[in-house]
């Protein structure tokens, strides 16, 4: 139970660490490796307890730029509540081992898509708005994990750093106190899964500031790409061993889905530092 504790203290401070510099970030990376120690059920409610409070903050922070990011995100936040219900009733109505396989098929090609640099800016922004914020709350409530696919589609409307993290921090502070509620509405609130927060919660106070202190010293978009690669790998690694677990691919063949993945984003990298670059938006 304390080597339980000590890894999810490390696993978090590495995740707050990306979120204090990128705005986001901090289930992308706990999610895939937590995962490997409890499942959905007891981990999802937890880390969105914590996600209120770390997305108010990010609001706070950026709150002067909302005004200009309010036409965006309010068609988004809009569609969030029936994609939370749908995503909550799956965490309380599927198998742990079928969710965590569902969680790691679903973030591995956002996860590449982020790393690859993919931008494409969305011009009917409304009715693409409401129907993208319903896919995101299905995501959220089901994985916790939304910073990805809404770090590209802000990254592609061209938004400034505090414009940016404004928007993400409106969106998730809404996704995750929606899903506290249904969480707590479906008995999902258990003991076991509050009794995760004391070793959730110093990673989260120590990683922040770290993270805020590094992102002045390194290029956002060098740091942000280096994060998702190495998400790749695990979420590549819970997955190939997942399906170890469950005998769908036997022995080590199964982590040929980590072999194919790390040459994938290998060949993304070395695409990305052979560029010359410009310092990020993000």
């Not at 499942?39 to 002067?64: H, K, T």
Request: hydrophobic share 55%; glycine share 8%.
């Amino acid at each position: 139970m304390a080597g339980e504790s000590l890894a999810l203290i490390t696993i978090t401070f590495a995740a707050a660490s990306v979120n204090g510099a990128l705005g986001y970030g901090f289930s992308s990376i706990t999610v895939p490796l937590a995962l490997l120690l409890v499942s959905n059920r007891v981990l999802n409610p937890s880390l969105v307890i914590v996600e209120v409070f770390l997305n108010a903050y990010v609001l706070w922070v950026n709150r002067g730029a909302v005004p200009r990011v309010r036409r965006l995100v309010v068609p988004i936040v809009c569609g969030l509540a029936p994609g939370i219900i749908a995503g909550t009733l799956l965490v309380a109505r599927l198998d742990p081992t079928s969710m965590k396989v569902a969680t790691y098929l679903v973030l591995l090609p956002m996860i590449l898509v982020q790393a690859g640099g993919y931008r494409r800016a969305i011009r009917a922004e409304r009715p693409v708005g409401v129907a993208f914020g319903a896919a995101v709350g299905t995501l959220y409530a089901t994985t916790t994990i939304s910073g990805p696919p809404l770090a590209v589609l802000l990254n592609n409307q061209g938004l400034a750093k505090r414009e940016f993290r404004a928007a993400l921090g409106l969106i998730r502070l809404a996704e995750s106190s929606l899903t506290a509620i249904a969480y707590a509405a479906t008995a999902l609130l258990t003991r076991p899964a509050l009794a995760l927060l004391p070793s959730i919660l110093p990673g989260v106070a120590m990683g922040v500031p770290v993270g805020a202190f590094v992102i002045r010293h390194v290029q956002p978009e060098t740091f942000r790409r280096v994060c998702m690669s190495f998400d790749a790998w695990v979420v590549a690694f819970g997955l190939s061993a997942v399906v170890r677990q469950t005998g769908w691919i036997g022995g080590s063949s199964s982590y040929s889905i980590l072999a194919a993945v790390v040459l994938i984003d290998a060949g993304l990298l070395y695409r990305f530092f052979k560029q010359p670059r410009a310092a990020g938006t993000v």
